[in-house]
């Protein structure tokens, strides 16, 4: 809901705790609008003369209070980066797919979890150290077909601020990545409760989320057990090390990595370096 008032609106209760209205968040579309100008927005009066312009959103905190001119809070929501498809390709290039699992244990292909992102608006890809799970989520995006953009919020935990769903983007026809902060205070309580109403904010605008997090991270916001979230583990690490092998030398013989016998001939490359550089065990062609 957008209101135009000279002055600024009372401040509901930060700790209401009541889920979110999803009607609610369509009040976000007010900052679609500031994706298609250049320079953050219209020209407003200096001096304090302009109109208040307050946004709403789904809690009852204002999100945002303008006199004379556009706040930087706006241009902190739309802090993102374009994903590039160069950038996308080379950090798929070495990527092995470690599958998908949902919270009740069903194993998903990648090409059937990237049909339920678009049908529930986003996924929540919960991993640990180690899992790729940044890497995974930009798989899924990148089997989208959207236009990709990494979310990257700032905020200021020493000045109490937290990550919420109020800084989200909702405009329609994108792909996004967001990777969840470590450190649980720094993420408002009732995000996890939340983002399911803000996938289905985006699945109506043809938009979707890859939202990445850790296992320990997502229990302390509360963890939904409905609703898209799957679990990402690490893929063998011998097939890590052959995709990363053969991309950076396409030319080695790497069938040992799965236990397939070859003869000694033909572990050599093609055009073996110089005997010098080899153990004196190693066999030549």
Not at 88 to 115: I, K, Q, S
Not at 167 to 174: I, M, Q, R, S, T
Not at 180 to 188: T, W
Request: glycine residues 10%.
């Amino acid at each position: 809901m957008i209101r135009t008032d000279r002055d600024p609106p009372e401040i509901a209760d930060p700790d209401r705790s009541e889920p979110a209205d999803p009607d609610e968040l369509d009040a976000l579309d007010a900052l679609d609008d500031l994706d298609e100008l250049d320079g953050g927005g219209p020209d407003l009066p200096a001096g304090g003369t302009g109109a208040a312009v307050t946004v709403d959103h789904n809690d009852g905190q204002v999100a945002n209070v303008v006199y004379g001119g556009l706040h930087q809070y706006v241009q902190r929501v739309r802090d993102y980066h374009e994903l590039s498809a160069e950038y996308v390709r080379d950090r798929l290039a070495g990527f092995v797919d470690p599958g998908y699992r949902t919270v009740a244990g069903d194993r998903l292909t990648a090409e059937t979890a990237v049909a339920r992102m678009r049908r529930d608006g986003g996924v929540i890809l919960v991993g640990g150290p180690g899992t790729g799970r940044y890497t995974a989520a930009l798989r899924l995006l990148h089997g989208t077909g959207l236009r990709l953009r990494e979310i990257r919020p700032t905020f200021d935990p020493a000045r109490g601020e937290q990550l919420t769903i109020a800084e989200l983007p909702v405009a329609p026809g994108y792909a996004y990545l967001l990777e969840l902060p470590e450190h649980a205070p720094h993420i408002q309580y009732g995000f996890a409760r939340d983002i399911g109403a803000y996938c289905d904010s985006l699945a109506r605008r043809g938009s979707a989320i890859a939202v990445t997090v850790t296992g320990t991270t997502w229990e302390q916001l509360g963890a939904v057990r409905d609703g898209p979230v799957l679990q990402v583990a690490a893929p063998p690490a011998d097939l890590v090390l052959g995709r990363r092998l053969r991309q950076l030398r396409p030319d080695l013989a790497l069938d040992w990595l799965t236990g397939q016998r070859r003869s000694p001939s033909c572990w050599s490359t093609r055009h073996p370096p110089k005997r010098s550089g080899w153990p004196s065990s190693a066999p030549t062609c």
